[in-house]
């Protein structure tokens, strides 16, 4: 008889996807390589096959590290069944795949991923599925774009450039009306933070990438899904025959056990530094939904159980000489791609790209990371950047005023 499921969230990190019993009492799930495994007798191959997969066992369908890491992202995001991939791009774009055909309509928030964005106007459009961007800050509203082909809305919540927050069960309240059904790009809290399937989602995805791994050393995704969304889902997903290496599985594994206390450190210095940088005079806006002044602050404090360390401000100038001279003085923030891992990072954005409603904020939109070096260096490090740009920037008003509230949607 297994023991019975934790629930507080750390020893659930610790104890959920490993079975030292079955493991010769190893702490941790052995890495299994391997594509073929062999059955020890004709009745043991059949009884193998199931529906999703006629062909009995098979390295592509999975191994036990695999069904590990599965099974322990299920728990975590309290979904039905999970299935991992290379990346979260390919978690991604395999769920719009799974979920749409030809001639059905997709909603799509205006702030998905740049990568998700370019797949859905390349490829969706390409074979004939109808692509509509929204307002993230519609909540109820989008009873309104709802058309009796709409199959799948799309979230990213908060939007990993500019953070605005959806309202998620008002949202799903709508779709599942309509018949449609609701997937969230869940990374930026992670399993630990934001529930989605407890607020309406019927598929969540994670670009395990980031917090999961946690060291920026291999690339993962995953897609957890609700008992219905998986009978949909599994048998069109494995179709296309990608499977994650097991390497990058173990030690998404090993990431997960420690999720909770960096996390929480994470959390810490990100809301110390978009506290501090929103005073700074270089600073016109900083976009971090746990700042009691940002717009979607209600919705986060009322679904989200904390926050993580990614968020993004706009430096009040686009001057090539004044961002060179930001990102030269940083010591401590390096300029790169993903987040998630230990390191600090600050990446220039520019202003995104958006189509539902215009990008109202005057200069330059820079991402920030904060990692897990000490918070008072990394404060110290950025202001200092700060006020460089700022001494630097002729153009930089002195004094800033607060936009009217709901202003960033």
């Not at 909603?107 to 961007?133: C, H, K, M």
């Not at 309202?167 to 779709?175: E, S």
């Not at 957890?224 to 969304?229: K, L, Q, Y």
């Not at 820079?366 to 002729?394: C, K, P, S, W």
Request: glycine residues 10%; hydrophobic residues 45%.
């Amino acid at each position: 008889m297994k023991s019975p499921v934790p629930s507080l969230p750390d020893t659930l990190l610790i104890r959920t996807g490993r079975d030292p019993g079955k493991q010769s009492g190893y702490v941790n799930p052995p890495l299994f390589r391997g594509s073929t495994i062999m059955a020890e007798s004709y009745e043991a191959w059949e009884s193998a096959k199931k529906t999703d997969n006629p062909y009995g066992n098979y390295g592509r369908f999975g191994s036990p590290t695999i069904r590990a890491f599965e099974e322990a992202i299920a728990q975590l995001e309290g979904g039905h069944a999970c299935q991992v991939f290379p990346s979260g791009l390919s978690a991604c774009t395999h769920t719009l795949l799974a979920f749409l055909k030809a001639g059905d309509h997709l909603l799509i928030t205006d702030n998905v991923y740049g990568p998700t964005r370019s797949f859905a106007d390349g490829q969706l459009a390409r074979f004939g599925i109808q692509v509509e961007y929204f307002d993230p800050a519609i909540g109820a509203g989008i009873h309104a774009l709802m058309r009796p082909q709409t199959r799948l809305v799309f979230l990213e919540v908060p939007g990993s450039l500019s953070f605005e927050m959806a309202d998620v069960p008002a949202i799903a309240r709508v779709a599942h009306a309509a018949g449609a059904l609701v997937a969230i790009d869940n990374s930026w809290a992670s399993p630990l933070y934001f529930k989605p399937f407890a607020h309406g989602a019927d598929i969540s995805i994670q670009a395990a990438t980031k917090y999961i791994l946690g060291h920026s050393d291999a690339l993962l995704g995953t897609v957890t899904c609700n008992e219905h969304a998986w009978e949909i889902f599994l048998p069109r997903a494995r179709l296309f025959g990608e499977t994650a290496g097991p390497e990058d599985v173990y030690l998404a594994l090993r990431g997960l056990r420690t999720l909770g206390v960096r996390l929480r450190q994470h959390w810490q210095t990100g809301l110390a530094l978009a506290q501090a940088m929103a005073a700074h005079p270089a600073v016109s806006r900083v976009m971090h939904p746990a700042l009691p002044q940002d717009p979607g602050h209600a919705v986060w404090k009322r679904d989200f159980l904390g926050a993580s360390g990614l968020f993004s401000f706009v430096l009040a100038t686009e001057k090539q000489a004044v961002l060179s001279a930001f990102f030269g003085a940083l010591k401590h923030f390096g300029i790169g791609l993903s987040w998630g891992g230990f390191e600090s990072l600050a990446l220039p954005v520019g202003r995104p790209l958006r189509t539902a409603r215009p990008w109202e904020h005057a200069g330059t939109l820079i991402r920030v990371h904060a990692g897990l070096e000490d918070a008072q260096d990394l404060l110290d490090d950025m202001l200092a950047a700060l006020d460089i740009a700022h001494a630097r920037g002729a153009g930089i008003a002195p004094s800033r005023q607060a936009e009217p509230a709901g202003a960033l949607r």
